[in-house]
């Protein structure tokens, strides 16, 4: 197969990247479904001589809908018959390198955003080169014929033909050099509420998930680690393990030593039997209270600076009234309801893969993936490891780590059999890479009309991207968590150093924090700190100016603002203004974020010192919604998620390990705490945004801000605690 160069355009910057996608190398393991694949013009589309329309998803599904949304693309400019729409998930292969990651992975919200384009393309090329094989086959001009419901009709005779009975022949013919894409208003399925794919077998319980894959007779594997972050093994007795009826081996890896037996039971007793001593290192007294007075130091001292416009802080003592705030939020972790898993099958001529991951692969110098990892532990060529993605039980960011697949690969080596590495709900809580303690200090300035003149920020947090090679990530999605540049960690000032209110002066500076907790990506990055820190200071600001929080930030955003559009939609909706009940207060937040807007207004009620929240009202501005019902649930999902950080999330450390253990100490939202929630759709023109995260930001502070506005008490940590 050819080279393809493919322009695609970050909606959120405007930035544009061109990539040069290789379909060179796609060999037997790049064709799922080949069996049935006459005609595959490219590595997404496969058409078989019964009609049958195959979309080999290049990303992950964790339940955001992307094994629907991507074919819809390709099914709308190839003009299919959605009822003879199926998927597969793709290989790994560079053929399938996410654009605006640079790797084959899931996550900043990209998943449409990178597709856009490219998917649209690859349908209405093949749908030409079908177009074609019909022209041909009746020796009429193509121009007189059109599609529907794969078929091709030549209008002026009536004749028909079906996509199944030209795929031959278009295989046979060349690929049409440009193609041009329907206009928005004939879309058939782009905006269309249309059912799920996969919501068949989920429904039935049918889904592949990563716990649920493997070769007959794989073993199961657990590992003992050490509670210590950055502690290493000194020395292990395995005699009672290995004692355990069903333990077959009992082997020492990187992260500590691994018990593997005929099934999950025996490897958990096996486990509990051993007896280890582990080096706990420089990190065994470490605190969260000693994390706190460490990064209250660093907030005082001048840290560096992350953006600036104006006189920036300089601009504050000519203020007529400064307000100053303190935020504090706790590292998080993950809790996917499937816990962390990886099978791994190593053998002499390669390895196989069987992982929930969120990065099949990627250079080298971004880690390579789960498909990279495999190869450099097992010690083959990237090419013999082939990595079969299945369904995620939860991702949120936590499967864009690698660690899991390690750990499978080199017990599998060590053993020479296939083996299921299973963590335990308490492994997970307790090894994550968290959602990263922060520390924020605002000071505003407002004039004598109370309107905002002066705004410093100073942000303290660990940093997440500087454990990748500083400044490979492409600066097309700077705007998702973007390199290290000057000191300053992207992914912790996202949200903070751009913000969408008119104020002349601004200053926003960062200072990193390392104490040897691991974070990493977690549901919308640095925007779920920074969006509680920006929304709840521009509710004190207004208080102090003695204005209403809406018409605030209204007056401070421009009027073709798509914050703005977002903002009036939420507090219409909600019925901003309109009195409520005592001990009960409306909140209000608006952020941007992964190219999309969204405003939240939050109703909560004070029951016997509980914060209980009642109703949000939610408007999400994500440009062209390819499909509603499954943007609506995304908010909804990232409302829960977020709310449930607000409320109850919180990861504590002492003597160097994490306290928390379980979701009795780690919380999470009940159904009968669940607030009703009302998701309203902006309509946009705009390119595709992100679905999957710009939901969660505002959710935090629009709750803080009701508990300001029905008590008078500011919550300025979280979770919020009265």
């Known amino acids: 197969m050819k080279r393809r160069e493919f322009l695609k355009v970050g909606a959120a ?83 399938y390198y996410n654009p605006l990651i640079g790797a084959q ?67 046979s013919l060349p690929e049409p050099r440009k193609v041009a894409l329907k206009d928005p208003a004939h879309y058939r399925l782009i905006g269309k509420a249309v059912p799920r794919l996969d919501l068949p077998r989920a429904v039935t319980g049918t889904l592949t998930y990563g716990i649920d894959a493997g070769p007959k007779g794989v073993l199961t594997a657990l590992i003992a680690r050490c509670p210590v972050f950055g502690g290493t093994l000194k020395r292990f007795d395995d005699t009672g393990a290995r004692a355990v009826p069903g333990v077959k081996h009992v082997v020492a890896v990187d992260s500590g030593v691994a018990v593997v037996a005929t099934g999950y039971w025996a490897a958990f007793s096996g486990r509990a039997a051993l007896k280890v001593e582990w080096d706990e290192g420089p990190n065994a007294g470490a605190s969260s209270e000693a994390i706190a007075g460490r990064m209250a130091v660093l907030a005082t001292q001048e840290g560096r600076e992350a953006a600036k416009q104006g006189q920036g802080a300089g601009a504050l003592p000519a203020a007529a009234k400064v307000v100053e705030a303190a935020y504090d939020l706790p590292y998080l972790a993950h809790a996917c309801m499937e816990p962390m898993n990886c099978t791994a099958h190593v053998r002499d001529d390669g390895v196989t893969l069987w992982v929930p991951t969120q990065i099949q692969t990627a250079p080298k110098l971004f880690g390579g993936g789960a498909r990279g990892v495999a190869a450099a532990v097992a010690g083959v060529p990237v090419d013999r490891v082939s990595v079969i993605t299945t369904n995620l039980g939860g991702g949120f960011g936590r499967r864009s780590e690698t660690d899991f697949v390690r750990e499978a690969v080199q017990v599998s080596k060590a053993v020479g059999a296939p083996v299921k590495v299973v963590w335990t709900r308490e492994d997970d809580i307790q090894h994550d890479f968290y959602r990263p303690v922060n520390h924020h200090r605002l000071k505003g300035g407002l004039d004598a009309a109370g309107r905002p003149v002066a705004w410093s920020h100073h942000v303290v947090a660990p940093g997440i991207m500087k454990k990748f090679i500083p400044g490979f990530v492409p600066d097309v999605i700077a705007h998702l968590a973007g390199p290290v540049k000057g000191g300053v960690d992207s992914s912790s000032v996202e949200g903070a150093r751009e913000l969408p209110y008119d104020i002349a002066n601004i200053e926003v500076r960062y200072s990193d924090v390392d104490v040897g907790v691991p974070v990493g990506f977690w549901r919308s990055v640095g925007h779920t700190h920074t969006a509680f820190a920006v929304e709840s200071f521009m509710d004190e600001l207004a208080a102090a100016a003695g204005k209403d929080p809406v018409q605030f930030r209204l007056d401070l955003l421009p009027t073709d603002s798509r914050h703005r559009r977002v903002l009036q939609a939420a507090a219409e909706r909600a019925g901003w203004g309109k009195p409520l009940p005592a001990g009960m207060g409306r909140g209000v937040a608006v952020h941007e974020s992964f190219g999309s807007f969204c405003a939240q207004v939050a109703e909560v009620e004070i029951v016997g010192g509980t914060v209980r929240v009642r109703r949000v009202v939610a408007a999400f501005d994500c440009g062209i919604v390819v499909n509603p019902d499954i943007v609506t649930a995304q908010i909804e999902g990232s409302i829960v998620y977020g709310l449930t950080a607000a409320l109850k999330g919180r990861i504590t450390v002492a003597d160097g390990r994490v306290t928390q253990s379980n979701f009795h100490d780690y919380p999470l939202l009940t159904m009968k705490e669940m607030p009703a929630i009302e998701v309203h759709l902006v309509p946009s023109g705009d390119a595709p945004g992100g679905a999957g995260e710009p939901g969660t930001p505002p959710i935090a502070p629009a709750v803080a801000n009701a508990v300001f506005a029905a008590t008078g008490t500011r919550i300025r940590r979280l979770p919020i605690q009265l």
């Open 13 to 95: 910057t405007g930035a544009a990247l061109t990539i040069s996608v290789s379909l060179v190398g796609c060999g037997k393991e790049a064709e799922p479904g080949a069996g049935n694949a006459t005609f595959a013009p490219d590595a997404w589309i496969r058409i078989g001589e019964d009609g049958d329309v195959l979309v080999l998803v290049d990303r992950s599904e964790m339940g955001q809908g992307i094994s629907t949304a991507l074919p819809m693309l390709v099914a709308e400019e190839l003009d299919a018959d959605w009822s003879r729409v199926r998927f597969e998930f793709s290989p790994a292969n560079e053929a």
């Open 105 to 171: 992975a899931t996550g900043g919200s990209t998943g449409v955003m990178a597709a856009w384009v490219p998917l649209r393309e690859a349908g209405a090329r093949a749908r030409a080169m079908l177009v074609s094989a019909a022209a041909a086959e009746w020796a009429v001009p193509a121009a007189e014929c059109r599609t529907e419901a794969s078929l091709v009709i030549h209008e002026p005779s009536g004749r028909r033909l079906g996509y199944g009975a030209l795929a031959a022949r278009a295989a």
